[in-house]
C-alpha cells in the first residue's frame, strides 16, 4: 500500500512510496480528485499538437485522479501541475537528442504521465512498453522489454519504483544513458531552454502494437496523425461535452488506454479517474463503483471487462450502485458477442445503466485508435445474418430470426469516421459490394507512417498510395463496417470458414471456463487436412468432469458449426499471452503442437473420442490435462 511523504518544504507535492522503499514524485495534493467542470471553454482537441493540447487545458481544473485496489484516492494531477513538472523535467530530457526513442514503462501511475508529456516538450518520441508480468513470469518479461527497447532503439529508459528492478535486468549490457525512476531522471543536468515546439510532421509516440510479443511492431504515429483521430473521435464518435468526466481501468501501453484516455482527455480537458489494470482484474465492481461514485458518464472497455464484471457482480451489488449518468460505455479491441452485453445491461438495469449507452467502435494503433463508431444512443446493434451461406460463399445474407437457418449476429461498427476512406476488397485486390466479406483496406490522415526501422513489415501493410491492409475481414451494410474476424485466424475447415471467436464464445459459456480462458486455432495433419482445436483453461480436476466437459464441448460445436474438433483441457496460466495481455492464438498453436511432440508417460489424464482426426501421437503436458476429438 502506497503512503504519503511530504518532501521539500512544499505542502503541495507528495511522494509515492512502495513497499521497497523507492521513492517518486508523484501529485498535487488535494482534497479530493479533481473538478468534472474544468473552468474554461471546451476545446475539443482542436490543437496542432499534444503539447498545445496541455498548454491549454493547464489554464483549467481539471485533471488525472489515480484510486488502488480499495477504492481509495491516492494521487491527484491537475493539468497545470502535469504541465510544470512536465516541462522542468524537458530540460533535462532534451540532451538525449531530438527525435530520440525514451522507453516508459507505462504503469498506471502519475510519473509515466509527466514522462510522456515531457518528452512532447523535449522533442523526444516516448515509447510505452507493457507494465505486466504475464503468466509466462518475470524472465519472460524482462526479455520481452529487452526486446522492445532494442527494437526502437532506446536511448533511455524509465519505470516507476514498482517496476524498476524488471527494467534494470532488462537493460543490463545495453547502451543507454539512464535507466531508472523519476528520481534518477530529475538529477540530470539541465538545459538553460526548452528546445522549440515539435512540428506537426514529428512522431507524437511509438506504439507497440498488440501482437508484438516475439517480432516487435512499432507503429509511428505524427503529432499530425494522433491530433487529427483525437478530434474525429470526440467530435463524432461520442460527441463530447463539457460535462463529460471519464473512468479507465485500460493498461496505458494499449492504444485504446493510451490514445484514447491519457492523451484524449488532456486533449479535451477531461478529468479522469483511474483504477489500475490489474486491480480491475481482481475486483472489477470497483470499477463501476468508481463510476457510480464520481458521476462518471464516459468509460471504455474490451467486451471481456464487460463479461468479468457481471459475472462477479451478486444479488444486491446493483442496488448500492448509481450508473444513470454513464452515457457512453464504449466497447472495442475485440470481436464483440452481443449476449455479454446483453447479460450486463439486464444485471445493471436496477442501477440505472442503460442499453443503449454501448458504443461499439472499430480501431487499431495503425490508426492511432478508431477508425469507426456506431451510432450514439442506439446500443449494440446486430446484423443477423446465414452463417452457412456467409462460410461457403463470404456473403454475409440477412437472416430472419425464426426462419430455421443457423443464423450468426455481428456488430454494427458504425460509419468511418470523417477523412477515412474504406474498402472491402476480395483475396486478388477488388472492391466487393455491400455484404461481401473481404479483406478490410483504410486510407485516412491518422494513420501510422509506418513501423519503425522495419520497411519490410511497412511495405506488407502499407501501398505507395496511402492504403491500409488491416489484416481484419469484415463486410458493410449501408456504410457501416461489421468485423467477422482477423485474416490470419481464420479457418477453413472441410471447406468452411470457420472464425475461432465463435468457438472461444461457446467454451466460455460453459460455467468451467472463465472469460479470456480459450483459444482456438486449426493444425493440419498428416493428410494436410485443417484441423480445428480448442485449448481451453479449466481449474477442474476431476478426471470425469473435466471428460464430460471436453465431451459437452465437442457435442455443442458439432451441433453449432458442423465440424468435428479436437478439445485440450489445460490448467490455469498455461495459455500464452500478447505484450497487451490479449490471448495470443498464434503462440497458443505453436505451444500446443509442442506439446504433442514431448514425449511424457507420466501423464495419462487423456480423453480421445476419435483418435483418427489427430493422427500424430497424442500426449498430455501436465498430470491435470484432459483432451478430447469430435465424434
Not at 494499449?254 to 480491475?280: E, K, N, W
Not at 472469460?515 to 484441423?531: K, L, R
Request: net charge negative.
Amino acid at each position: 500500500m502506497p503512503m504519503e511523504v511530504w518532501v521539500r518544504g512544499n505542502p503541495q507535492i507528495r511522494m509515492i512510496k512502495g513497499e521497497s522503499g523507492a521513492t517518486g514524485e508523484a501529485a498535487v495534493v488535494s482534497a479530493g480528485p479533481t473538478a468534472t467542470a474544468s473552468g474554461i471553454p471546451l476545446r475539443s482537441a482542436d490543437f496542432a499538437t499534444l503539447a498545445e493540447a496541455l498548454d491549454y487545458a493547464a489554464t483549467g481544473d481539471s485533471g488525472f485522479n489515480y484510486y488502488d485496489g480499495r477504492g481509495a484516492l491516492t494521487a491527484t494531477l491537475p493539468y497545470r501541475e502535469l504541465r510544470a513538472r512536465a516541462r522542468e523535467l524537458a530540460r533535462r530530457l532534451a540532451p538525449l537528442g531530438r527525435g530520440q526513442r525514451l522507453a516508459l514503462v507505462a504503469d498506471t501511475h502519475p510519473d509515466f504521465a509527466v514522462m510522456l508529456y515531457a518528452c512532447q516538450y523535449a522533442g523526444l518520441v516516448p515509447v510505452p512498453l507493457p507494465a505486466a508480468v504475464h503468466l509466462g513470469g518475470r524472465e519472460v518479461y524482462i526479455r520481452h522489454l529487452r526486446k522492445l527497447m532494442g527494437d526502437c532503439q532506446a536511448v533511455a529508459a524509465f519505470a516507476p519504483p514498482e517496476f524498476v528492478g524488471f527494467l534494470r535486468e532488462a537493460t543490463e549490457g545495453l547502451s543507454l544513458t539512464l535507466s531508472g525512476t523519476m528520481d534518477e531522471f530529475m538529477a540530470l543536468d539541465a538545459v538553460a531552454e526548452l528546445p522549440p515546439p515539435p512540428a506537426t510532421s514529428e512522431l507524437a509516440y511509438l506504439q507497440y502494437t498488440s501482437g508484438s510479443t516475439r517480432f516487435p511492431r512499432g507503429t509511428m504515429i505524427t503529432q499530425a496523425a494522433v491530433m487529427a483521430n483525437l478530434n474525429a473521435i470526440f467530435n463524432h464518435g461520442f460527441r463530447l461535452t463539457a460535462d463529460d468526466r471519464f473512468c479507465s481501468w485500460l493498461p496505458y501501453y494499449h492504444d485504446m488506454g493510451l490514445v484514447g484516455i491519457v492523451l484524449g482527455c488532456v486533449a479535451t480537458q477531461r478529468s479522469v479517474d483511474y483504477l489500475p489494470t490489474r486491480d480491475f482484474a481482481m475486483r472489477p465492481r470497483l470499477w463501476l463503483t468508481l463510476i457510480s461514485r464520481n458521476r462518471c458518464t464516459v468509460s471504455f472497455s474490451p467486451p471481456f471487462g464487460y463479461t468479468l464484471c457481471a459475472r462477479r457482480l451478486r444479488a444486491g451489488d446493483a442496488d448500492a450502485l448509481d450508473l444513470s449518468a454513464w452515457r457512453v460505455a464504449g466497447v472495442g479491441a475485440e470481436m464483440i458477442h452481443p449476449e455479454s452485453l446483453e447479460r450486463f445491461a439486464e444485471m445493471l438495469a436496477p442501477a440505472g445503466f442503460k442499453v443503449s449507452s454501448f458504443l461499439p467502435c472499430y480501431g487499431m494503433a495503425e490508426c492511432s485508435l478508431a477508425v469507426s463508431f456506431a451510432p450514439l444512443e442506439s446500443g449494440a446493434r446486430s446484423d443477423l445474418v446465414d452463417i452457412e451461406v456467409l462460410s461457403r460463399d463470404g456473403v454475409a445474407r440477412a437472416a430472419a430470426p425464426l426462419a430455421g437457418h443457423k443464423a450468426k449476429a455481428f456488430i454494427d461498427c458504425g460509419v468511418p469516421l470523417p477523412g477515412f476512406e474504406v474498402e472491402i476488397r476480395d483475396e486478388r485486390g477488388r472492391a466487393l459490394p455491400e455484404r461481401h466479406c473481404g479483406r478490410i483496406y483504410l486510407r485516412g490522415p491518422s494513420l501510422m507512417s509506418g513501423y519503425f526501422a522495419n520497411a519490410e513489415a511497412s511495405r506488407e501493410v502499407l501501398s505507395a498510395d496511402g492504403w491500409l491492409d488491416t489484416g481484419d475481414l469484415g463486410y458493410s451494410v449501408n456504410g457501416a463496417l461489421h468485423l467477422t474476424g482477423r485474416a490470419k485466424d481464420l479457418m477453413i475447415i472441410k471447406g468452411r470458414n470457420i472464425w475461432p471467436q465463435d468457438l472461444e464464445h461457446l467454451a466460455e459459456q460453459q460455467p468451467e471456463v472463465r472469460p479470456t480462458d480459450s483459444s482456438a486455432f486449426s493444425i493440419t495433419d498428416d493428410e494436410e487436412n485443417e484441423v480445428a482445436v480448442l485449448v481451453v483453461q479449466c481449474r477442474e480436476v476431476d478426471p470425469a468432469k473435466l471428460a464430460l466437459l471436453a465431451d459437452r464441448l465437442q457435442q455443442q460445436i458439432h451441433a453449432e458449426f458442423g465440424i468435428q474438433v479436437l478439445v485440450e483441457l489445460v490448467v490455469p496460466h498455461t495459455l500464452p499471452r500478447t505484450s497487451s495481455g490479449k490471448l495470443s492464438r498464434s503462440s497458443a498453436r505453436k505451444e500446443f503442437i509442442e506439446r504433442r511432440r514431448n514425449d511424457d508417460e507420466e501423464s495419462p489424464t487423456c480423453f480421445i473420442s476419435d483418435e483418427s482426426l489427430f493422427r500424430p501421437k497424442v500426449r498430455t503436458a501436465a498430470p491435470e490435462l484432459a483432451m478430447t476429438a469430435g465424434s
